[in-house]
């Protein structure tokens, strides 16, 4: 779900990554493909469902705690399940030694995705420091977010990103906001050093 590159706050809130366990249930969205605002509703529907653990409306620190557990955990077995070509139960050097290198050609052909897909370097793929931080700001003080604000604050992103406000992000509108965020917090960095 490439989409999530240009909503850092929908992968935050998750605090997980959606790419490496996601049911069979839930639509992938194709990469570079336009995204409208029924499509950010479904979804962030979607994610507040997985992360409500009881189902009472309400999901809670330990909730999303555990859903990143889970999602960790399924994510590493995924990983193994890559790396163990013969099907042995084990990882050996030279599997290991042949993953690295499908890796490399893969980022060398690629884009940015192929670059990024390893380093965890995009939001919402189990990535991002900043994951955490907006748990904390969703949460407040009542200790708890429900859908509603999930959604309002996935549309007020949706709402910052959707340069010519058609109600539809393109590839173009999220690479700019990309780009926009990265020069905004490259200033910070540089203004702390």
Partial sequence: MNFLTFA?????IAAAGVALAQPADVPRH????????????????????????????RVTPDEARQHHAQRRGRGADALFERLDGNR????????????????????????????HRGGRAMMGRGGGRGGHRMLGRLFGEQGYFTREQMRERA???????DADRNGTLTAAERRQAHEQRRGHMGGHERAGD
């Fill in 88 to 115: 042995d139960g084990n990882v050996s050097r030279a599997e290991f030694d042949q993953a690295h290198a499908r890796r490399a050609e893969r980022a060398g052909q690629g884009g940015m995705r192929a670059r």
């Fill in 155 to 161: 549309l007020a992103h949706f709402d910052r990103v």
């Fill in 30 to 57: 194709r990469p570079g493909a336009d995204v409208t605002r029924q499509q950010m509703i479904d979804h962030v529907d979607r994610r507040f469902g997985m992360l409500d653990g009881n189902g009472d409306g």
């Fill in 8 to 12: 850092a706050p929908i992968g935050a």
